[in-house]
Each structure stands twice: as structure tokens, then as C-alpha cells.
């Protein structure tokens, strides 16, 4: 494998429109599939198509909806964790 094989966080941002820091907010809140070379984070083409399927709504790559039973702001994580104590 080269580096052609992989996306740069930058260059998956751009292809998403959304700055990098945004970018680096949703991998780490969402636990996007992705792979750490050093310091730099890289996406496969199998990551990418991963992704985009987790937040695919009407043709646009957006921030995944609220899991049912959630408060608004709340992480997936903690509304789970939350879940199981009502």
C-alpha cells in the first residue's frame, strides 16, 4: 500500500466541505473507522465509504441525528449508558 491508498483528514474534509477541525470533532465523537500513521490520521476508501454511510440523509453528509430516548447535545455513549439505569 501507498500513500495514494489513503485520504488525508484535510483531504476528506474538503471532499465533505467542512474544515479539518470539524472533521477531527466528528471522528472522535462518533469513533469514525480510521487508521494512525504517527501522528497523522488516514481513511481508507473502505473507511470513507464506512462513513459516509453512517450519516448519509437525502444525498448530504451531515452530523448523525440523536439516538432515540436522547437529550439534545447528549453522545450516543452516554445516552446508552444513561439508557440502561431509567
Partial sequence: M???DFMTEAEFAELLGVTKEKMRGW?????W?????????RYTEADVET??????????????????G???????????????RR
Wanted: hydrophobic share 35%.
Fill in 27 to 31: 471522528r472522535v465523537r462518533h469513533g
Fill in 51 to 68: 462513513i459516509k454511510a453512517m450519516h448519509h440523509i437525502e444525498g448530504q453528509v451531515t452530523e448523525p441525528l440523536t439516538p432515540r
Fill in 2 to 4: 501507498t500513500d495514494r
Fill in 33 to 41: 473507522p480510521h487508521l494512525k500513521i504517527g501522528r497523522d490520521v
Fill in 70 to 84: 436522547a437529550l439534545r447535545g447528549q453522545s450516543a455513549r452516554s445516552a446508552a449508558y444513561w439508557a440502561g
